[in-house]
């Protein structure tokens, strides 16, 4: 079988948090194209995972601002510079090739080979919270999953699902009726999720078509070196066994540093050490803006790491281009900027 091709880009920029976002139209600004790439289903990254609904009060000129908000108007913003978006997809090998290129993996395979590399990783690439039980981990993948890949895997069989924010409702939701049994657990009687699938999940326990415990799963019964049920303790402490052939655990995700730590870059204290005139790490051509990185004084705000990606982008741009002239644009007279941003020439 032959190796997929790699992608040929100026920039790879890793993270599609808000300030991986900015990045794009910084150098898009400068006239370079980049791929991004993000782990996460969706761009977005802390904002859209974490806060989505939340207001905003400190971006400039915004007195508010959603923070899903925010993204989509950072999306529209970039949009003219048409980069390649790569999303559930985590970047897991960055490596500095003979010649002075990068080389960069992502776990679902895909290669690019990139002039330089901005690393707008945040706190890190959001994992799932895992089942904290023994033996789950042996069934990773297999009768215990974190998400649904194919959901007619599921059909037909007994289904534990744990949670209590809106994927755990959605999954059992769509499976009653579709599987044999679901079970859902949840560890308190209150939800996270949207009322109406909480309404309907109650509907649909009342007529006896789900089931719902409230409680924490404390084991998994294996028979036969398979999953066969599992042990859900209540608060007072009685447990009911709950007979199962898959666990589905929607417990959210959390943020880990993950293969960013591997990578050869100066770290200080879980961040990356860079200057603060282009935001380079300890590799030149390697820069790191927003959350991830770290210098003296650094404040882990969006509105600093919208400074960052700009002085970066001239960073990038001068270690691609090292003979280039570099100089200050506005976007309000610049007609080269003004093409690119496929907006009228200046009158
Ligand atoms: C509840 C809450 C409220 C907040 N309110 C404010 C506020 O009012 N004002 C403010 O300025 N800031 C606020 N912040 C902080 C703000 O959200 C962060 O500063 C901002 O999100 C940082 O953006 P970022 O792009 O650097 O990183 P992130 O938003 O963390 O995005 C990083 C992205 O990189 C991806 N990633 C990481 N590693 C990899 C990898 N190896 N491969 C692929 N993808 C990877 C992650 O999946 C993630 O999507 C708040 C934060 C929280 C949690």
New binding site residues.
């Given amino acids: 079988m032959r190796a997929v091709p790699a992608i040929q880009t100026e920039c790879v920029i890793?993270?599609?948090?808000?300030?991986?976002l900015f990045a794009v139209f910084e150098l898009g600004l400068l006239g370079m194209k980049c791929e991004i790439?993000?782990?996460?289903a969706h761009p977005g990254?802390?904002?859209t995972?974490?806060?989505p609904d939340?207001p905003?009060?400190?971006i400039p000129a915004l007195p508010v601002c959603g923070a899903q908000e925010l993204v989509d108007r950072l999306l529209k913003q970039i949009e003219p510079f048409h980069a390649g978006m790569h999303f559930g997809?985590?970047?897991v090998a960055l490596e500095l090739q003979a010649g002075g290129r990068f080389a960069l993996e992502t776990a679902a395979g895909t290669r690019l080979d990139a002039g330089s590399v901005i690393i707008?990783?945040?706190?890190?690439?959001?994992q799932p919270r895992r089942l904290m039980v023994p033996e789950a981990e042996r069934f990773e993948g297999g009768q215990v999953h974190y998400r649904v890949r194919s959901a007619r895997d599921f059909h037909g069989q007994d289904l534990l699902i744990a949670g209590g924010g809106d994927s755990a409702l959605d999954w059992a939701l769509e499976f009653c009726g579709k599987a044999r049994s679901v079970t859902l657990v949840h560890r308190r009687a209150e939800f996270r999720a949207a009322p109406a699938s909480v309404a309907r999940m109650l509907e649909l326990v009342a007529s006896g078509r789900m089931h719902h415990l409230e409680g924490t799963i404390q084991s998994l019964a294996i028979e036969d070196g398979r999953v066969a049920g599992a042990t859900v303790a209540a608060r007072d402490k009685s447990t009911s066994v709950v007979r199962c052939q898959q666990v589905i655990a929607c417990f959210g995700l959390h943020?880990k540093l993950?293969?960013?730590a591997n990578w050869g870059l100066a770290l200080e204290k879980k961040s990356l050490a860079v200057d603060t005139e282009k935001f380079q790490t300890t590799v030149p051509g390697i820069f790191a803006?927003?959350?991830?990185n770290t210098y003296p004084g650094k404040k882990?705000?969006?509105?600093s790491?919208f400074h960052e990606a700009a002085l970066a982008a001239f960073g990038v741009q001068h270690h691609v281009y090292p003979e280039k002239r570099q100089y200050l644009q506005y976007t309000t007279t610049s007609p080269i900027m003004r093409e690119r941003l496929g907006v009228a020439p200046p009158d």
């Fill in positions: 890793i993270g599609a948090g808000p300030v991986g790439v993000d782990s996460l990254g802390q904002c995972e974490l806060y939340k905003i009060y400190d997809q985590e970047v707008a990783a945040g706190l890190g690439s959001f943020p993950g293969p960013v803006i927003g959350d991830i882990k705000l969006i509105l790491g």
